[in-house]
C-alpha cells in the first residue's frame, strides 16, 4: 500500500473514532436533554463524519483496485516484452554472450557499463554489440530499441 493510501485510511480511521464519538455523545444528550438544537448539530456532524467514513473507504478501495489492476498491467506488459525480446535473440541466432550485452544495451547500459557487468574488454563488448546490430538488421542502439517499440505499438493509432 503506498504512501497515499495509507494518509487516507489513517484519515478514515480518524474520521470513524470522530463519528463514534459524536454519535455517543449525541445519543446522551439526547437521553439527557431531548431533541434540542445543539443535539441536532451533533447529529448533523455525526452523520456527516459517518458519510465521509463511508466514502473514504469506498475511495481506498477503489485506489487500492486501481493500484492492483495497474500491477497486474504491468506485470502482463513485463512478460510480453520479455518474452518478445528472447524471441527476437532466439530468432536471430544470438549466442548467449551476445544476447547478455543486447539485453544489457536494451536496459540502457554503455558499453562501458556492459564490459564491466560482464567482466569483459571494452573492445568485445563493442564487437559484440556490433553483431547484434548485424543480426538484427539495424546499425545502432537506437535502432535495436527501434524495432522492439515498433512491434510492442504495432496497431497503436499514432496522432490525429
Excluded: C, N
Amino acid at each position: 500500500m503506498g504512501r497515499r493510501a495509507w494518509v487516507l485510511a489513517a484519515i478514515v480511521l480518524l474520521q470513524a473514532v470522530a463519528a463514534v464519538f459524536f454519535v455517543g455523545d449525541a445519543l446522551a444528550d439526547v437521553r439527557e436533554d431531548g431533541w434540542r438544537a445543539h443535539v441536532l448539530v451533533e447529529g448533523t456532524i455525526a452523520l456527516a463524519l459517518v458519510a465521509g467514513v463511508v466514502l473514504g473507504a469506498l475511495e481506498l478501495k477503489r485506489m487500492l483496485a486501481e493500484a492492483q489492476r495497474s500491477a497486474d498491467a504491468l506485470a502482463v506488459a513485463r512478460g510480453a516484452l520479455g518474452e518478445l525480446v528472447a524471441e527476437r535473440f532466439a530468432q536471430w541466432g544470438l549466442t548467449a554472450a551476445e544476447a547478455d550485452v543486447a539485453l544489457f544495451a536494451l536496459k540502457g547500459f554503455d558499453t562501458a557499463g556492459i564490459a564491466e557487468l560482464r567482466g569483459a574488454a571494452h573492445g568485445t563488448v563493442r564487437a559484440q554489440l556490433a553483431q547484434v546490430y548485424a543480426k538484427a538488421g539495424v546499425s545502432s542502439r537506437a535502432g535495436l530499441v527501434a524495432l522492439f517499440f515498433d512491434e510492442l505499438l504495432d496497431g497503436v493509432a499514432g496522432p490525429r
